[in-house]
């Protein structure tokens, strides 16, 4: 996916089940990577976006994705948009739901204490194993080396989009243009795609996404601005 991504898998079990889930989830990020990437001429998103791949013979994880972005396109006031860029592109929900995807495969293979991080896109269940929550940091917009929040929890999905690596490359679909005003936001709920999906849409509002995101049910939200404010909901999970 063109990102680093780690695991963390905090359960007692035996050394080659271990191996087995890594290798197992691993797998299935290589498969969605292969089958979502935009840069890969042969993956089946590009496929289809030229119309040589019928959406009947699509298979039933790009139907699904293609259905679910048109509902957050929807549920965002168009400001999500898979189109944004002038050609198909989900690929602000795909990082989030692939992750999402993955920890629930392990929840259900018996491995509910783990953390899987994609590219600053967090997924946590259960315990560390220390015992203790899960800390998480999200980074600070400006300096790579540290972070501007630490979030802790035991089910938290914890998703980031921001400018400060790939430049102003949120497009605002209403005007067409490189959205400007937010340098980071991260957006905290129970599905990671669903999180993934509305940080893009709020950097894409601009400082408009800041009401937006004080609207939205069952979610909490950490913005940095362009001029360094830092606004967050009042019951974030912030570690002590």
Known sequence: MGTA???DLADDLPATTLRELTEETFGWLR???ARFSTYRDDSEVCRFDRGELPLAEASADLRTVLERCADLWRGTDGFFDAYATG???PSGYVKGW???VASDRLVAAGAPNHCLNAGGDVRVRGRSATGEEWRIGVRHPWDPTATCLVLTGTDLAIATSGVYE???HVVDPRRGAPARGLRSVTVVGPDLGVADAYATAAV???RSGIGWLDRLPD???A???DDAHLLHSATLPLAP
């Open 166 to 168: 790939r430049g102003h």
């Open 223 to 225: 913005v940095v601005t």
């Open 5 to 7: 991504i780690s695991l």
């Open 204 to 206: 894409a509002m601009g």
């Open 98 to 100: 692939s992750a999402q």
């Open 31 to 33: 498969e969605v990577d």
């Open 219 to 221: 979610h909490l939200h």
């Open 87 to 89: 050609r198909l592109d």
